[in-house]
């Protein structure tokens, strides 16, 4: 990902994302209107972070297996951060629809479940009650519904993540009964299973993708936000760089399939 930069041995962003925190950083100080949805973007902000955490430390934990990590420990270890991964996703989607909420140009009658954010945006005028630009940003993440559900299965449904013990790769698969739930052929192993590291890299590149979308209509939106001067912000997490190389592999995994 060209957004992910290195400096001195460690990667950091300076993205549009960054850029919306550091500015209701100072709406909250002054206490303005925009900072209404201060915690929220914090919450957005940790939630990402814990995201490219378990990135890191599965990435770690597979190197413990060069050290005596057994199959068993590893295989338990790595679909609890499947899981997690998850979990954490769909909890900061929810953290988005709170943002749109509190900068909404109606405020107050935004729902704050993603999901039911996108269903109330196709009703007619709701679109203008959110306001256009930050309700077409909502309308065009077509990708959430698959993540949505694959939570939902594991949360909700009994469903299973299974890690297999392949000596370098991290292959996975979620089961809601006899059901496979992973299918998405640029990130497939086999018909059978998928690589985390290829489908971790396809959700979170089209995540950073949609981050930026909505950081910048809020900027415009929010008149306090849109009049700020644009900050130099580095934002640094050890997680990025297992990113890039993830994101890499998964370009070179689509090349292949042609």
Not at 92 to 104: K, M, P, Q, S, W
Not at 109 to 114: E, I, K, L, R, T
Request: contains cysteine; aromatic residues 10%; charged residues 20%.
């Amino acid at each position: 990902m060209a957004m992910i930069q290195e400096e001195d041995g460690g990667f950091y962003t300076s993205s549009e994302f960054d850029q919306l925190l550091a500015r209701l950083s100072i709406a909250h100080a002054s206490d303005t209107l925009a900072s209404l949805a201060y915690r929220q973007v914090v919450s957005v902000f940790e939630l990402q972070a814990n995201l490219l955490t378990i990135l890191y430390k599965l990435q770690w934990l597979s190197a413990q297996r060069d050290h005596g990590l057994d199959d068993v420990t590893w295989m338990y270890f790595a679909a609890s951060d499947v899981v997690a991964f998850h979990v954490v996703l769909r909890s900061l989607f929810d953290e988005v629809a709170e943002v749109a909420g509190c900068l909404a140009i109606q405020y107050g009658v935004v729902p704050q479940s993603f999901h039911k954010l996108q269903q109330w945006i196709s009703k007619p005028g709701n679109r203008n009650r959110l306001g256009e630009p930050v309700a077409g940003v909502i309308a065009s993440c077509d990708w959430f519904d698959a993540v949505r559900e694959l939570r939902d299965d594991l949360v909700h449904r009994a469903a299973t993540a299974i890690v297999f013990p392949h000596v370098d790769r991290i292959l996975f698969q979620i089961h809601l009964g006899a059901n496979r739930r992973v299918l998405i052929k640029p990130v497939m192993f086999n018909e059978h299973v998928a690589d985390f590291t290829l489908y971790a890299a396809h959700v979170m590149v089209r995540l950073v993708a949609f981050l930026e979308q909505f950081a910048i209509a809020i900027m415009a939106t929010d008149p306090v936000l849109a009049d700020m001067t644009p900050m130099s912000i580095k934002r640094g997490h050890p997680g990025l760089g297992v990113l890039r190389a993830w994101s890499a592999a998964l370009e070179l995994a689509i090349q292949a399939a042609g």
